[in-house]
């Protein structure tokens, strides 16, 4: 487990840093766009050799869960053959509102002929997206991946940068992606208190009465767009105590899979509590409000840290923490102009680089990782939000190994 510090977020990443705050900026202007009908947005300059692929999102509970609990589905291996399992053959679950959203925009837009223009001009294309816009950014690099560069054998290597993503595919949607050596097109910037990259690890039935009124806040023709919240106060906390209650199950769990727990107690959580199936992957950047940023590639420990960035530390910041995870979801573009103008990068390699607890090893070993991740919320968590099972785990695994 390595934990580096410093260097420029773009030579971590491979991705200059002003195509990651251009893409960020039309990623914003798509969410806009969204409510004008407008599916997608291409933006080429005159004179760039990029073109850049913007997806709005939407805006109805129905645009996000089709069905309980989770509204997953399994994908199409039509359209994306490489999504499976090889080793038994299991197909990868994805949220089937936005497979629909997007096989409605494929099919019925213009998005194959651009593309096409985009191949045969042999530009640097950039899939990009905000929020619910993020998952059909997603899905669309995985089409391209299939079509151009698997299938075809094409040199040009597309990039997809997601800001505030929903979570869009499970475990075999995530492996699959890894082994076909795709991972680092995908980079995903997460702001610490961002709800929406956390709301598909609850299900529909636990948030359904929230759910909508939150969308609406997140409209731009609501009268809540980007304004000081209107959703009151106890329907923001309602809706963020349920979403990170459900997280703590679903990453405790998972944390007892990893650990190859037999606690039988634990194992017969899931006949009682409904999981969710969703996953990270790729390149995730924490940004901490603080002008640093924190870089995951490990999904394990990037599914673990959204739970644990979400903790309080104490029960009265509830009502505050509840704002402002809806307010961080418009803050993106501030919020990377500060940190890549300060270029303080942390990047943690592996699920053991979380020090949920820094009780041991050299404090010199754990400076630079324990100031980041305070930032994030992490040092400072209580015992008290932990399960014994998930506390051997953080015992366990989670310790740092400092390379400046």
């Not at 359209?79 to 509102?97: K, M, T, Y």
């Not at 669309?140 to 094409?154: D, H, M, S, V």
């Not at 944390?255 to 199936?277: D, G, Q, R, V, W």
């Not at 990037?302 to 402002?324: D, I, P």
Request: aromatic share 10%.
């Amino acid at each position: 487990m390595k934990t580096m510090e410093g260097g420029r977020l773009g030579e971590n990443t491979g991705i200059r840093e002003e195509l990651i705050r251009k893409a960020c900026s039309l990623a914003l202007k798509a969410h806009k766009a969204a409510s004008d009908n407008k599916l997608f947005v291409v933006e080429k300059s005159r004179g760039s050799a990029e073109v850049i692929f913007c997806f709005g999102g939407s805006w109805s509970v129905g645009d996000w869960f089709t069905k309980k609990p989770f509204g997953e589905t399994k994908i199409s291996l039509d359209l994306f053959p490489s999504l499976r399992s090889i080793g038994n053959d299991q197909i990868a679950v994805v949220n089937e509102a936005f497979l629909k959203k997007f096989q409605l925009i494929l099919e019925s837009t213009t998005l194959r002929n651009e593309v096409e223009k985009a191949v045969t001009g042999k530009m640097q294309i950039v899939f990009t997206g905000h929020s619910s816009g993020g998952p059909l950014a997603i899905l669309t690099t995985i089409w391209f991946l299939e079509k151009y560069l698997r299938a075809e054998n094409n040199q040009i290597q597309p990039l997809c940068m997601t800001f505030g993503s929903a979570l869009v595919g499970d475990r075999i949607f995530s492996h699959a992606i890894n082994r076909e050596n795709w991972s680092s097109h995908f980079v995903h910037f997460i702001m610490r208190s961002d709800i929406v990259p956390r709301i598909f690890l609850c299900p529909l039935s636990s948030i359904e009465r929230e759910l909508q009124p939150i969308l609406n806040f997140f409209h731009k023709k609501s009268t809540y767009f980007n304004q000081e919240p209107e959703i009151k106060p106890h329907q923001a906390l309602s809706f963020f105590s349920m979403v990170l209650r459900n997280a703590s199950s679903v990453t405790s769990h998972a944390a007892c899979k990893y650990m190859e727990c037999t606690n039988l107690l634990l194992e017969k959580l899931t006949n009682f509590i409904e999981l969710s199936p969703y996953r990270p992957f790729g390149t995730n950047v924490f940004c901490t409000k603080n002008g640093r940023l924190i870089v995951l590639k490990n999904p394990d420990a990037v599914f673990q840290m959204l739970f644990y960035s979400l903790q309080l530390s104490s029960e009265s910041e509830g009502k505050e923490f509840a704002q402002r995870s809806l307010m961080e979801h418009f803050e993106y573009q501030i919020e990377l102009e500060e940190s890549l103008g300060m270029q303080d990068m942390v990047h943690l390699d592996g699920v053991e680089g979380i020090p949920l607890f820094s009780n041991r090893g050299a404090a010199s070993e754990l400076a630079t990782s324990n100031i980041a991740l305070n930032d994030l919320g992490l040092v400072s968590v209580h015992t008290s939000f932990l399960t014994t099972s998930l506390d051997f785990f953080v015992y366990k695994h989670f310790e740092i190994t400092s390379v400046v």
